[in-house]
């Protein structure tokens, strides 16, 4: 019997900030010492980081070609973690095509591992401003007598838990794998994992919860029901969030669009870019790794009147049949080389999903006390208002390392 590695990969972001963990001590793989290892650590995530938001804008763009007409939400992150994590256990070509895929060519494996400890265990992190869980669980059957090196490397470098399976009762097997994911989840992802292959002997479930306050919360009084123009002749009702405020904006004349930073509470800002009327296209392909410098550098803090949609929305992608158009290809197929996880050499991942859910609104948190107050300068506001389709990205600010990537056409679904 051929065995399958069904991997499941789950996302869920909850919009609204704040906070920071301590790096804990670096994996002895290395070996070297500790002050050292954080050097060298926040410079390759920092190096991940860039290739990350290259891989990121990549997957948009193709994202977009495939359903121009939807909303589109996704982790970068998240993403490229789990297939980094499956790295470990491959070689030869199913490396190299991963690495290419998600542009970690020419990145030293033990740089690239080193790189993903330091984002993971600086991005994981709870206050009472912020929860942000990225984890990683490798549902295993008894049978499949894993490789003890990839085991260990999984749990030091991933942080990811192991869970024994009973894959021969694939119902009964569903039904643990969505229990403990709606838990990591919050209860927000409750069915991942719709069907498991005859023939699995694993299952990879990532997930990143992410829930959060801004720094100066919309107050709710001012949320009134407005109009939002999805394409020409076409307008929906949506509930449009207001606040005055000083932010960081700026107007790329290249492309065509306006850029505002809304920040977290914390470290993490919500980028937001509007294009002019009939430039979307435009924008999206304009799109690639030298932009975001190139915006963060026009920035400048000015008063602003803001209108945003509150949004819910969710996104599920086959990222099987999605990363395949980025040449990932061999990791799915019989002739793979997965022999790092297991000597079976048919060993092959069977299911990759990628569940996104995304809610943005007033405050974030219930409950949560108000922000305190902006004192502002005597000027005249400009006006920004989202109300027809636009991009937003989510980041860490100090790598920068992008979290989240959307394309939002329709707030009302």
């Known amino acids: 019997m051929n065995l399958l590695l069904g991997l499941g990969l789950l996302l869920a972001g909850l919009l609204t900030v704040k906070g920071f963990l301590q790096v804990r001590d670096p994996p002895d793989m290395y070996g070297s010492p500790v002050k050292a290892h954080e050097w060298r650590g ?87 401003d912020l929860k942000m ?29 192991t869970v024994l399976t009973n894959f021969q009762n694939l119902e009964t097997a569903q039904r643990e794998i969505n229990k403990y994911v709606s838990q990591k989840t919050h209860n927000i992802i409750n069915n991942l994992v719709k069907t498991i292959d005859p023939g699995t002997v694993m299952l990879l479930a990532n997930y990143i919860y ?38 960081d904006m700026a107007y790329d004349s290249e492309l065509s669009c306006t850029i505002l930073e809304m920040p977290y509470r914390g470290n993490i800002t919500a980028t937001f870019i509007l294009p002019d009327s009939g430039k979307m296209k435009q924008l999206e ?37 999605v990363l395949s158009r980025l040449g990932i290809s061999k990791i799915f197929e019989e002739h793979g080389d997965l022999t790092r996880i297991s000597s079976h050499r048919s060993l092959k991942v069977g299911e990759a999903v990628h569940q996104a859910e995304l809610k943005m609104d007033e405050k974030g948190m219930e409950g949560a006390a108000g922000s305190g107050a902006q004192t502002l300068p005597m000027e005249t506001p400009l006006r920004i ?29």
């Open 42 to 128: 926040k410079k390759d995530a920092r190096i991940l980081a860039r290739r990350n938001m290259e891989f990121g804008f990549n997957l948009l763009q193709k994202l977009i070609a495939s359903s121009p007409q939807q909303n589109i939400f996704f982790s970068p992150l998240s993403i490229s973690t789990a297939f980094s994590m499956l790295s470990l256990g491959a070689q030869n070509s199913t490396l190299e095509e991963i690495k290419q895929g998600f542009h970690f060519q020419q990145l030293p494996d033990k740089d690239m591992h080193l790189g993903f400890y330091y984002l993971l265990h600086k991005l994981n992190r709870e206050t009472q």
């Open 133 to 161: 869980n990225l984890g990683n669980t490798l549902f295993m059957d008894q049978k499949l007598k894993p490789q003890k090196r990839f085991l260990r490397l999984a749990k030091t470098v991933y942080d990811a838990d």
């Open 210 to 247: 992410f829930r959060a306050r801004w720094q100066y919360e919309f107050n709710p009084k001012e949320t009134k029901e407005e109009e939002f123009f999805v394409e020409k002749g076409k307008t929906v009702k949506v509930p449009m969030m207001f606040r005055g405020g000083m932010y």
């Open 285 to 321: 392909q304009g799109l690639e790794v030298d932009i975001f410098a190139k915006w963060k550098s026009l920035l400048s803090k000015r008063v602003v009147d803001v209108w945003v949609p509150k949004l819910h929305v969710s996104s599920t992608y086959n990222m099987k049949k």
């Open 385 to 413: 208002k989202l109300n027809s389709p636009f991009l937003m990205m989510l980041y860490e600010k100090s790598l920068p390392s992008m979290i989240f990537l959307a394309k939002i056409y329709n707030p009302s679904g």
